[in-house]
């Protein structure tokens, strides 16, 4: 089993940044596949981003290219999402998971965060 808390959800300006956290525990060790997901109000759930717990290649959906970074320290068991250059379509509800993979799938991913809202003003 693996557990994961997120933080660093809030409100910004639209332009402005923030960075979300989620911290593992138990068996990260088994993870192939971290990745973050947003649900906004009325849309089902979509893949942001997804990193390999080893490092290397990273996956975006194309909203976010070139404005959002997803990282990981795994000794810290945790990865992040940067976002930058929000805007307020960017609002949502955002979860962290982990799992063996695709990246882009929901199916994906075996264990999930509570999510944690991100509100950007304009």
């Known amino acids: 089993q693996v557990q994961l808390v997120e933080s660093g959800g809030g409100l910004v300006q639209a332009g402005g940044s923030l960075r979300l956290s989620c911290e593992g525990s138990?068996?990260?060790?088994?993870?192939?596949?971290m990745g973050w997901f947003r649900q906004a109000p009325g849309k089902e759930r979509e893949f942001v981003a997804g990193?390999?717990?080893?490092?290397?290649?990273?996956y975006y959906v194309d909203s976010v290219k070139g404005r959002f970074t997803i990282s990981r320290d795994n000794a810290k068991n945790t990865f992040y999402l940067r976002m930058n250059s929000l805007k307020p379509e960017d609002t949502a509800v955002y979860y962290c998971a982990a799992g063996p993979g695709p990246f882009y799938s929901e199916t994906g991913y075996r264990y999930w965060g509570q999510g944690t809202q991100v509100t950007v003003s304009s």
């Open positions: 138990g068996r990260t060790s088994s993870v192939y596949a």
């Open positions: 990193i390999r717990w080893s490092g290397g290649n990273t």
